[in-house]
């Protein structure tokens, strides 16, 4: 089975989406695939995804609210055959964190070629839920459609 580990900062907005996201179109589409999230950071360890993410999300008919945060482990390059990053300073933490194991990382938005970004802007910054969940929809689908095509 396919392993996929989404990673942001603080796991509070941008990996939380994502995991929850994907976890509602795989499902849809009976691709089994375990997926989770963590954040290179653990201010947040333990708490739940940011109020406005969660109520963003669930206008879209994801449930966030179950998720807590957790920080990115050593262990995680084991356990995950993919770790992808919502930006480039992430990324860079992944592979600095990355023990040499057997995971490959990367950016997240590479699944989503022509919407317009390479990273996911943090909502905890900009304010723009919305837009993170259109960026997260779309690398979901392209994440999807590249797993069924091998």
Do not use: K
Not at 57 to 65: Q, S
Not at 80 to 95: K, T, W
Request: glycine share 12%; charged share 20%.
């Amino acid at each position: 089975m396919q392993s996929i580990l989404f990673v942001c900062l603080g796991n509070i907005c941008r990996s939380p989406t994502a995991e929850a996201v994907f976890r509602h179109l795989a499902a849809a589409e009976g691709l089994a695939v375990a997926c989770d999230s963590a954040g290179t950071g653990g201010w947040h360890a333990g708490e739940p995804p940011h109020p406005p993410m969660i109520a963003a999300a669930a206008r879209r008919g994801y449930d966030l609210a179950p998720l807590r945060a957790r920080q990115l482990h050593r262990n995680d390059f084991a356990r995950f055959g993919r770790i992808l990053a919502m930006d480039r300073q992430n990324l860079r933490d992944i592979r600095r964190i990355d023990p040499g194991g057997g995971a490959t990382s990367g950016l997240f938005l590479d699944h989503a070629p022509g919407c317009g970004f390479t990273e996911v802007p943090d909502p905890w910054y900009s304010g723009d839920f919305d837009q993170t969940l259109d960026l997260v929809e779309a690398a979901c689908r392209g994440l999807i459609a590249d797993l069924r095509a091998g």
